[in-house]
């Protein structure tokens, strides 16, 4: 689970170069107690190697960080959504590392959310 910023996402590569795959499952709209869930069953939102999603055809780079637009794409709302669920996936990574997916716009912490070799 994501939050959104600006109906954006990014994933941050830490090292080495990988292509990113991310497919949604849902997203909240609201936030806190009052927070409502909507299922929109698997939907491919970005891969980095066809450029689906808008973002580059190629590999992200080591501390590269692409930016995907998730609000008003795929069935989830143009405004109102605070955060969605993704599954994101690592492919032909060229040495091990993490990814960090986080609201675009903000300050990345050094969490991962996906590590893979």
């Known amino acids: ?3 959104v910023v600006d ?3 990014s994933f941050f590569n830490n ?3 990988v292509d990113l795959i991310a497919d949604i499952t849902g997203y909240f709209t609201s ?9 929109i069953g698997p939907k491919r939102l970005m891969d980095t190697r066809s450029g689906l999603g808008g973002v580059p055809q190629a590999k992200v780079g080591a501390g590269g960080v692409v930016t995907l637009q998730v609000a008003g794409t795929n069935g989830v709302p143009a ?3 605070t955060a969605v669920v993704l599954n994101v996936t690592a492919t032909n990574p060229t040495e091990p590392s993490f990814v960090s997916v986080y609201p675009s716009g903000t300050t990345r912490t ?3 959310n996906l590590n893979f070799t």
């Open 79 to 81: 405004s109102g959504v």
């Open 110 to 112: 050094s969490a991962s």
């Open 31 to 39: 936030a806190g107690d009052g927070a409502t869930h909507v299922n």
């Open 1 to 3: 689970v994501v939050p």
């Open 15 to 17: 090292q080495g170069s």
């Open 7 to 9: 109906g954006k996402v």
